[in-house]
């Protein structure tokens, strides 16, 4: 009979924060340079030129359909070959801003479907500069309908980060391949990783709902009325 | 380079179809499982509700690689068993996809309107006749073409099972980059193949779903 020990696991706590914020800043970052671009990426993908269009749905479509392991390996094996130094960190980073992207061109898109041509002509009557369309007339009247599936791809990418540990970056998977084998608890480690993975995931999750009722609360209430 | 790279085209090939076979394997055990935990979201016991979205959102919450370690280093150790790479790959993929086609399911039995339910009870039918000729047949409409893409989820993440050394498109391409030393060209044919793998699979879901939608 086995016999859970969470006290055989107990030296390697003290290492389990920093994987953690590890976790937690990559995938932070992520979201970040992803949202970013994929903003971009999404109003180019309505873009005049079809090589633009074509290109940016080429690339979409291959990160939807190539698993996100296949493009770390390609990234983190390309990079000495362009003669970079080889650092797991960055081509995971890299790695998963290429995969984050496609999705949040794809979310920022959907958003941009339901919002009409003449928002962008009359913001151009007005003499609004692209940044002040984005920001004023994009940005506010998108945020509800790419809002849910928005915290849905910041969870992905906690997720897709455990990935990271397959190139050295000691996250909170890692964590658990070195706990494990250190003390052969690999039950243990199991359960304080997917504990921590419940936390993360699940803290946006509420997060997501707080923010939103203050978001969309009045509006709400307003539109019931 | 490629004629060298083309002898090995038989361990690309087995490669596919192990990832096809193993994705497909885990999809099919994980709708049986979804199909339960979808019928407990949807009990009148408020137990039974609160076990089901625990389940759905753990395994939602956990990633496919720490369920691969777990199931493979882990359970070995618990059970006191060796778990082949292929046992261990099995249930960490169907475990991941229970949780997605919980969902899918749940939505399926929710789109049938409540007026079908009474109907079928006021007409007098049996609870299994209600499922068999009512509920399912219009459920399925609505449940098959998000399968698909649960599939494709499923597809992408086997490609972890090449973590724990089971031989499947991405360890096949693993070793035979092992074997040639053309770290770039072999991991480009991968990505190549798994884009037409899933690709493929995405035609077939839209066609599925236009006929669903006129049917």
């Given at each position: 009979m086995y016999t859970f020990s969470m006290q055989a696991i107990l030296p390697y706590l003290s290492a389990l924060p920093e994987a953690m914020w590890m976790t937690l800043s990559l995938s932070l970052l992520t979201a970040l340079v992803s949202g970013v671009v994929g903003i971009f990426g999404a109003l180019l993908r309505r873009s005049r030129l079809w090589p633009v269009r074509f290109l940016l749905g080429f690339y979409v479509e291959a990160m939807r359909n190539i698993p996100l392991l296949i493009v770390l390996y390609l990234v983190f094996f390309s990079l000495p070959a362009l003669g970079m130094r080889l650092d797991g960190y960055y081509a995971a980073l890299i790695a998963l801003t290429l995969n984050s992207t496609a999705y949040m061109i794809e979310i920022f898109r959907s958003g941009l479907i339901?919002?009409?041509?003449g928002q962008f002509e009359a913001a151009a009557s007005q003499g609004l500069t692209g940044a002040q369309t984005l920001r004023f007339v994009v940005l506010p009247q998108i945020l509800r309908t790419i809002y849910a599936p928005l915290g849905n791809q910041l969870i992905a990418i906690v997720i897709g980060s455990s990935l990271a540990s397959v190139v050295t970056v000691g996250e909170l998977t890692a964590w658990m391949g070195t706990a494990g084998s250190a003390s052969f608890r690999y039950f243990e480690a199991f359960v304080v990783v997917a504990i921590a993975y419940l936390v993360l995931c699940q803290g946006i999750n509420l997060l997501r709902v707080i923010t939103g009722k203050l978001l969309f609360g009045r509006l709400e209430k307003a539109m019931r009325q | 380079m490629s004629s060298n790279l083309l002898q090995y085209s038989g361990y690309f090939l087995n490669g596919a179809l192990t990832t096809i076979w193993i994705s497909w394997l885990g999809l099919l055990l994980g709708a049986v499982i979804g199909a339960l935990v979808a019928l407990m979201r949807l009990s009148r016991s408020r137990v039974l509700r609160l076990l089901g979205l625990v389940y759905v959102e753990t395994f939602r919450s956990i990633p496919i690689l720490v369920l691969l370690f777990f199931s493979y280093y882990g359970l070995a150790l618990v059970l006191k068993v060796d778990l082949s790479p292929f046992v261990a790959a099995t249930l960490s993929l169907t475990l991941s996809a229970s949780a997605m086609m919980t969902e899918v399911i749940r939505a399926g039995i929710e789109s049938v309107p409540r007026g079908q339910w009474e109907a079928s009870r006021a007409a007098g039918m049996t609870a299994r006749q209600r499922w068999q000729y009512v509920i399912l047949p219009q459920a399925v409409r609505v449940i098959v073409p998000p399968s698909v893409g649960v599939y494709i989820m499923v597809l992408k993440d086997s490609s972890l099972a090449a973590i724990i050394g089971y031989v499947e498109l991405a360890k096949a391409g693993l070793l035979v980059r092992d074997a040639t030393g053309q770290n770039l060209q072999v991991l480009a044919i991968v990505a190549v193949l798994y884009f037409i793998i899933n690709y493929s699979i995405s035609l077939a879901g839209s066609a599925l779903e236009r006929r669903f939608h006129i049917a």
């Open positions: 339901a919002l009409p041509r | -």
